[in-house]
T-cell receptor, first 113, second 113 residues
Framework: GESVGLHLPTLSVQEGDNSIINCAYS??????FIWYKQESGKGPQFIID?????DKRQGQRVTVLLNKTVKHLSLQIAATQPGDSAVYFC????????????FGKGITLSVRP | DAGITQSPRHKVTETGTPVTLRCHQT?????MYWYRQDPGHGLRLIHY???????DKGEVSDGYSVSRSKTEDFLLTLESATSSQTSVYFC????????????FGPGTRLTVL
């Protein structure tokens, strides 16, 4: 993931709307990508992952899209709920011995009732 | 939190004192990681372990040491705490290196006065 500055950007959405959270990564060798959700005072929680041989993967109410050409990842949340309010961040790595995750700094999702 | 506990959950200490944080897992995962999370920096890797007694440095290892004498425990020691080490510390585990998700503990909030 890439730097987004001192203050996390915020995405504000209406309850029931769809949310799209974007992430850019810099390492063209990365072939594995993860989205995490972090609620206030808690550790990051795994949401969904995708490997570079795919460009889309769906989970329950979430979809991850991968565009390797422009090194871009997005997380789509359908029918956003108040419980989705959290910080979301992406991470990327490459498949290899002792390779490590590189984390983005995150985006705050705020859901309006 | 995927069978991961951290202790203590909160600690206030004074500059110059040694501090040890503990991460305990019940998943029998081979890989364990220590991160710190600070505003504007996201998650940064301090040290990691790829097996009992096998550890290596991350990107921000200065002032920290680790030990792993058994699979389930990974200790992080601040040899002489400084105010710049005030942070939230997260432990993570993984059953494979690279190309695999990491699961995080609940975190330890450390304040160095």
């Amino acid at each position: 993931g890439e730097s987004v500055g001192l203050h996390l950007p915020t995405l504000s959405v209406q309850e029931g709307d769809n949310s799209i959270i974007n992430c850019a990564y810099s390492n063209s060798a990365s072939d594995y990508f993860i989205w995490y959700k972090q609620e206030s005072g808690k550790g990051p929680q795994f949401i969904i992952d995708i490997r570079s041989n795919m460009d889309k993967r769906q989970g329950q109410r979430v979809t991850v899209l991968l565009n390797k050409t422009v090194k871009h990842l997005s997380l789509q949340i359908a029918a956003t709920q108040p419980g989705d309010s959290a910080v979301y961040f992406c991470a990327d790595t490459y498949t290899g011995a002792n390779s490590k995750l590189t984390f983005g700094k995150g985006i705050t999702l705020s859901v309006r009732p | 939190d995927a069978g991961i506990t951290q202790s203590p959950r909160h600690k206030v200490t004074e500059t110059g004192t040694p501090v040890t944080l503990r991460c305990h897992q019940t998943e029998n995962h081979r890989y364990m990681y220590w991160y710190r999370q600070d505003p504007g920096h996201g998650l940064r890797l301090i040290h990691y372990s790829y097996g009992v007694k096998d550890t290596d440095k991350g990107e921000v290892s200065d002032g920290y040491s680790v030990s792993r004498s058994k699979t389930e425990d990974f200790l992080l020691t601040l040899e002489s705490a400084t105010s710049s080490q005030t942070s939230v510390y997260f432990c993570a585990i993984s059953d494979r290196s690279g190309g695999n998700e990491q699961f995080f503990g609940p975190g330890t909030r450390l304040t160095v006065l």
